[in-house]
């Protein structure tokens, strides 16, 4: 088992990572009856894509010699309706400065992030923008 949630109230629910002990809590969004006052379950779904890509990029990296310290990924969910649902994911990655940047290194770490196991676990209707930015 990876992780315990539990239902507290008012549409908030508490989720534990077992191995660590780390909490996550989230709420429902203030467009879906919630408060907003945490992540939502899709918000999740967003910070999964953006932390895998740039998790994925950094062990691949290291293997390079490479070091992506400061690299920074913004993400964006957009939900549609009839079925509420996410409609598509932004992750625009910004690599911090003094990256190497030569396009053999931009290939790899690019092919990288998109093939990362989120991405390669969300619904094909989902519409990705993946966008980097080297310095």
């Known amino acids: ?4 949630i539990i239902y507290k109230s008012d549409l908030r629910t508490e989720a ?16 879906n009856q ?5 992540f939502s379950p899709t918000d ?5 894509l953006g932390t895998c890509m740039v998790t994925t990029m950094a062990i691949k990296a290291k293997t390079m010699g490479l070091a992506l310290d400061g690299t920074k990924v913004d ?13 598509k994911l932004i992750a625009h ?3 911090a400065p003094g990256i190497t940047d030569d396009m053999r290194t ?17 619904h094909p209707d989902i519409e990705l923008d993946l966008q980097f930015i080297w310095p």
């Open 93 to 95: 990655v910004h690599f």
């Open 106 to 122: 931009r290939e790899i770490l690019e092919k990288t992030a998109r093939t990362c196991p989120v991405e390669r676990s969300l």
């Open 75 to 87: 993400v964006t969910k957009i939900m549609v309706s009839d079925p509420r649902r996410i409609g």
């Open 44 to 48: 999740l779904v967003a910070v999964a």
């Open 1 to 4: 088992m990876t992780s315990q």
């Open 16 to 31: 534990v990572h077992l191995q660590s002990g780390t909490l996550i809590e989230t709420d429902a969004p203030t467009d």
């Open 34 to 38: 919630g408060k907003g006052e945490r």
